[in-house]
């Protein structure tokens, strides 16, 4: 095999494996979230984070294998390149999810009703790289560069004055989809996202103003004897995880989102998306 065809196949593989299937669990995260099953978004939303990133560092041939599951260390290892710029408050929600172990409710959690606006602008902030760069057009490489600490690039991104629009990777499953009218999972992506679809012909009906929680077992029942007792059937989670209250979006203050004196969805679509971009860097309307 040459080797720009074995570069090649490794690039697919990283699609394939990575970011195609990052692309579903986050249309099922999306879904969860709006059928208000907490754990199950919470969980689909860390798979989801977890193979963005390493989708990435295949890419840049990074061996993947010691990360496991742990989001900080692949964020960590992220954060070692020079060119992977990803915001601050999407690094507290990545750090956060991390937290969260819903898979079998080994944590509790609370959940306010902000958390897929933040999730749907931390896979857009982290999707953007996961393309091989040599594949990308010029127009469409500005979008690698852009600094989402800035308040003016926010600026930018919201009144979409970018060249070349939004970044849309060849060949991407969420691409695909978007494309596609008929598509059966189209409405559970576009649905309230201002960060995928064409926010201009998507009505947007604000995020729900919710809150849901539930305690773990033993976080209720702190008992030694209990834990060691479950230990000898289940694998059990670190005491501390068991102990610790783990509440997303503490981060921010949670506020419902109104479109009052709006006109027509898109100045609604343009209000809800400003407003996720502007909780942490207040760019002003």
């Not at 009218?181 to 926010?199: H, W």
Request: aromatic residues 10%; positive net charge.
């Amino acid at each position: 095999m040459k080797a720009t065809d074995k570069e090649k196949y490794i690039n697919a593989a990283a699609y394939q494996y990575f970011r195609d299937v990052a692309d579903g669990d986050y249309i099922m995260a999306r879904s969860a979230f709006f059928m208000f099953l907490m754990p199950q978004f919470f969980h689909l939303a860390q798979q989801a984070i977890e193979k963005y990133m390493k989708c990435i560092l295949v890419l840049r041939r990074v061996d993947t294998k010691p990360f496991s599951h742990d989001l900080v260390d692949l964020l960590k290892k992220l954060e070692e390149f020079q060119d992977i710029f990803i915001c601050e408050s999407s690094k507290k929600i990545i750090l956060e999810i991390n937290t969260v172990k819903t898979k079998y409710l080994e944590t509790s959690y609370c959940a306010l009703g902000q958390e897929c606006g933040f999730f749907d602008r931390l896979v857009w902030e982290l999707r953007r790289y996961c393309a091989d760069r040599a594949d990308l057009k010029d127009e469409e490489k500005v979008f690698l560069s852009l600094d989402l600490n800035d308040k003016d690039t926010i600026t930018r991104i919201v009144q979409r004055s970018i060249t070349g629009g939004d970044l849309l990777l060849d060949g991407g499953k969420l691409e695909k989809i978007l494309n596609n009218s008929e598509a059966p999972s189209r409405k559970n992506l576009t649905s309230d996202n201002a960060f995928f679809g064409d926010i201009r012909n998507t009505e947007v009906k604000g995020i729900p103003c919710l809150t849901l929680a539930e305690n773990t077992l033993l976080q209720v029942f702190h008992d030694e004897e209990i834990y060691h007792e479950l230990s000898k059937y289940i694998k059990m989670p670190k005491k501390n995880d068991i102990i610790s209250v783990v509440k997303l979006n503490n981060i921010v203050a949670s506020q419902k989102l109104e479109f009052k004196n709006c006109g027509n969805k898109n100045e609604k679509a343009l209000i809800l998306r400003h407003k996720l971009l502007s909780k942490v860097f207040k760019v002003g309307m």
